[in-house]
């Protein structure tokens, strides 16, 4: 029985809006759980609500050092899109692509995911080259990609510069005409919501100070609410994967921790019906259905754990957007912020079991990981469930360092941000 | 945010271009450990606090750096030389070194 449908929104609406429930339970730990999932953003959140829905685990608590929302699921550019080169990866966050289709009726909570086309412009003739490989390499695996000459460009995205005098001339672009934006904080409500409901305990405000083991194994956690007992614990942390290895006693990962910046315009009419990246630097750029330009560019580029971020990364954003718009130059900004990305050492994400026994863990999202959030709980859970992963993140392993099987997508070597 | 350069003095972060961790040492060039090659290339400490980094004065005068600086915070302890500091940039061997 749906809890938001017309006939609900009626019945609350004639009685004053009082007898709404929460959305989910503001829960004690309890001392022990069949599952402890630490991270309350959209994996650990998603994480949790399979484990109910696919595998029957319900006795499960997922822990959130601060508010949910509060970290990258409520700081990303919200875009979806699975135009990738590499078919582990165009697997996966294909995967992912099909879940979000079906997202808003699934947890019956609208996460207006909306397929309006993710297109990456092309500058030089080469990369338009590249661009058709990699179109070749989606469309093989059966992800729709189309390249895009300038005059469809042009008609497209009316707002773009397409002058032989623009800073980069545009040649084309790839486009990817079911990738599009998704609300993100709805993501993370509707996820918490589906998890609370089928009995998972959704605590807020419980850090992770330290690990609680019987020998090698992972038994528990302590928190700032008391210890909590688990056989099994799982890691999705993002940003701060770094910190949470090192209270399980991991000195090393091949992770660096760094910020990257989102910024939100005032209020336009409507002006972009797509989302649009730079290809001569790290832009990209989509309109909110509130009508906000929400856009952001490259990493601030040293190690930071930092949830802000720096000024000469706002001016390179604002230039690289003005190349493209030139029109947008008056136009205000709202606000910015920043938040932590775990970007890991092939550009690819991790998601396993171990490293140590008893422990699971999910990372290495670089700045792609609000996109994956559907999969990447899927496939977590049943790693979780099965201790075995799924086969769309088998390849997704710690150990494809040492073992020479890595998955850099974008052929960067081992520079996490470069990726 | 401020590099104090021990050659040039304090000049904007955008003068410089981050070489990465500086915590790492490269291993033999005719190691065949891989567990060694496997912790230099790929392993990092990543920590939340002070972090022993690389910086070249690209914009300046071209030296390396050791810097010291807080990732929570962005204030640096400290910034020298980086062939002072022993932890060559990129693992380069500091000249007459053993290998």
């Known amino acids: 029985m749906a809890e938001y449908s017309v006939f609900s929104l009626l019945r609350n609406a004639l009685s004053g809006n009082q007898d709404w429930k929460p959305a989910w339970r503001k829960p004690n730990p309890k001392p022990s759980y069949d599952v402890i999932v630490i991270g309350g953003g959209g994996h650990g959140l998603s994480t949790a609500y399979y484990l109910a829905k696919e595998h029957g685990i319900t006795n499960v608590a997922v822990l959130e050092k601060g508010y949910l929302g509060s970290g990258n699921v409520g700081r990303n550019t919200t875009a979806v899109r699975s135009n990738y080169l590499l078919p582990q990866n165009t697997r996966f966050y294909e995967h992912s692509m099909k879940m979000w289709e079906n997202l808003s009726h699934e947890l019956n909570y609208n996460v207006m995911f909306s397929q309006r086309g993710v297109l990456n412009l092309a500058h030089t003739p080469a990369q338009l080259d590249d661009y058709a490989r990699r179109g070749n390499a989606m469309r093989h695996l059966g992800v729709d990609a189309r390249l895009m000459t300038p005059s469809e460009i042009g008609r497209r995205v009316p707002g773009l510069d397409m002058s032989q005098q623009a800073r980069f001339p545009i040649l084309g672009g790839l486009m990817q005409e079911s990738a599009g934006t998704a609300r993100h904080d709805a993501v993370a409500w509707g996820y918490a919501r589906g998890a609370d409901r089928r009995g998972v305990d959704i605590v807020e405000n419980c850090e992770v100070t330290g690990f609680l083991r019987d020998g090698d194994r992972i038994v528990g956690v302590t928190t700032n609410r008391g210890e909590i007992r688990a056989k099994k614990v799982a890691v999705a942390v993002a940003g701060s994967t770094g910190r949470v290895m090192q209270l399980a006693g991991i000195e090393r990962m091949p992770i660096e921790s760094f910020v990257l910046q989102a910024f939100v315009s005032e209020s336009l009419k409507p002006f972009l019906d797509t989302v649009v990246t730079f290809g001569m630097g790290h832009f990209y750029v989509g309109q909110s259905d509130k009508g906000g330009l929400i856009y952001g560019g490259d990493l601030d580029g040293y190690n930071s754990y930092a949830q802000r971020g720096s000024l000469p990364i706002v001016e390179e954003v604002m230039s690289e957007m003005l190349a493209l718009f030139p029109s947008l130059a008056t136009v205000r900004v709202l606000r910015s912020w920043g938040g932590v990305c775990d970007m890991s050492m092939d550009g690819s994400p991790i998601i396993t079991t171990g490293p140590l026994p008893g422990m699971y863990l999910n990372c290495g999202w670089c700045y792609g990981g609000f996109k994956a959030t559907p999969a990447s709980g899927f496939c977590f859970a049943h790693t979780i469930a099965k201790d075995a992963p799924h086969e769309f993140n088998a390849p997704f392993t710690l150990d494809r360092f040492s073992r020479g099987t890595v998955i850099d997508d974008k052929g960067q070597g081992p520079t996490p941000r470069m990726h | ?99």
Not at chain 2, 40 to 59: C, D, F, K, Q, S
């Open chain 2, 1 to 99: 945010m401020l590099i104090t350069c021990p050659y040039c003095g304090p000049r904007d972060v955008s003068e410089f271009a981050y070489q990465g961790d500086g915590n790492r040492t490269r291993p033999d060039p005719s190691s065949t450990d891989s567990e060694a090659w496997h912790a230099y290339v790929y392993e990092r400490p990543n920590p939340a606090g002070a972090h022993n980094e690389i910086w070249l004065h690209a914009g300046g005068c071209r030296a390396h750096l050791a810097v010291v600086r807080d990732t929570l915070t962005h204030e640096i302890a400290s910034v020298r030389f980086a062939r002072e500091h022993g932890a060559a940039p990129h693992g380069r061997r500091k000249p007459g070194a053993k290998a």
